[in-house]
């Protein structure tokens, strides 16, 4: 994969997740950064990830990728 920038203005910082909206529901989905660049989402950095705001109403789902913790089954 390569890498991509942050789809925020003048931001030169890499992306690190890919936000998409479904309008029908008053929903922002915030993930892992996409495999490849859509055209309809936005690619953001961790700063534009963490401050990231929606209209009021909306709600926000944020997909966390869950890593090895060092736990044995």
């Given at each position: 994969?390569d890498?991509r920038?942050c789809?925020?203005v003048?931001?030169?910082n890499d992306?690190?997740?890919?936000?998409?909206?479904?309008?029908?529901?008053s929903m922002?989905?915030l993930?892992?950064?996409?495999?490849?660049?859509?055209?309809?989402?936005?690619?953001?950095?961790?700063?534009h990830?963490d401050?990231?705001?929606?209209?009021?109403?909306?709600?926000v789902?944020r997909h966390v990728?869950?890593?090895?913790?060092g736990?044995?089954?």
């Open positions: 994969m890498q920038l789809s925020k003048a931001c030169v992306a690190v997740s890919t936000l998409t909206y479904d309008y029908a529901d922002a989905v993930g892992p950064l996409s495999y490849t660049q859509e055209p309809h989402s936005y690619d953001l950095c961790s700063k990830s401050r990231l705001s929606v209209p009021q109403g909306w709600q789902v990728v869950m890593r090895d913790l736990f044995s089954a």
